[in-house]
């Protein structure tokens, strides 16, 4: 059960952010509902998906646990060391400096560094499902954004260097508290130490 709300939740999630690499067809509902409504509804849709992915997952997790292959501890260690680049270019993605202009795209970067490290530390079939979506739509989404003539989103002024050592900074204590508090807490998956 779990799993299969998980699935529906990834389908939902990504047919949303899929539907707006479709640049006419994203005009279009926009000429069509207006602007506001638009990102409403893309917002309920994607926080629903991800409600359902969460959902079914940790529901997977507790009743429906499907193992596929049994990964080395060293993949394990691997994927924590993965963790540290994956956090520091997502927050690049925001706090735009060198990374930001040498990346383009930081934040699709660091989601497939999350996703691939995290396929190579898990398994389980919820896992590489869930891990192999996001996966896939990111390498989907930076083959679109290449053939994209409106750059895939609104220009946002580049800092320098400063930016870069902030968003170094940030990433290092964002890992850290991922690593700490948020998934052996929220998850319920020590990942130090272990």
């Known amino acids: 059960m779990g799993l299969l709300v998980m699935i529906l939740g990834l389908a939902l ?13 994203r005009a279009q509902a926009i000429a069509r509902l207006g602007e506001g409504t638009y990102k409403l509804l ?4 994607s926080l629903a998906g991800l409600v359902l992915i969460i959902w079914g997952f940790a529901h997977y997790r507790a009743t429906g646990w ?8 060293a993949l394990k ?53 869930l891990f192999g979506s996001f996966l896939g739509w990111a390498v989907y989404d930076r083959i679109t954004l290449k053939r994209r003539t409106d750059g895939g989103a609104p220009p946002i002024p580049v800092g320098g260097v400063a930016n870069d050592l902030i968003a170094v900074a940030v990433g290092v204590v964002a890992y850290l508290a991922l690593a700490f508090a948020f998934h052996p807490v929220v998850i319920g998956v020590p990942v130090v130490g272990v």
């Open 13 to 25: 999630f990504f047919s949303v952010h899929v539907f707006t690499t479709k640049r006419e067809a």
């Open 42 to 45: 893309y917002s309920f849709a």
């Open 66 to 73: 499907i193992d596929v292959w049994y990964p080395p501890k």
């Open 77 to 129: 260690h691997i994927t924590l060391a993965l963790m540290l680049p994956a956090v520091i270019l997502v927050v690049a993605s925001y706090l735009r400096g060198r990374i930001y202009a040498t990346l383009k795209h930081p934040m699709l970067a660091g989601i497939k560094l999350w996703a691939a490290a995290h396929l190579l530390a898990n398994g389980d079939l919820g896992s590489i499902i």
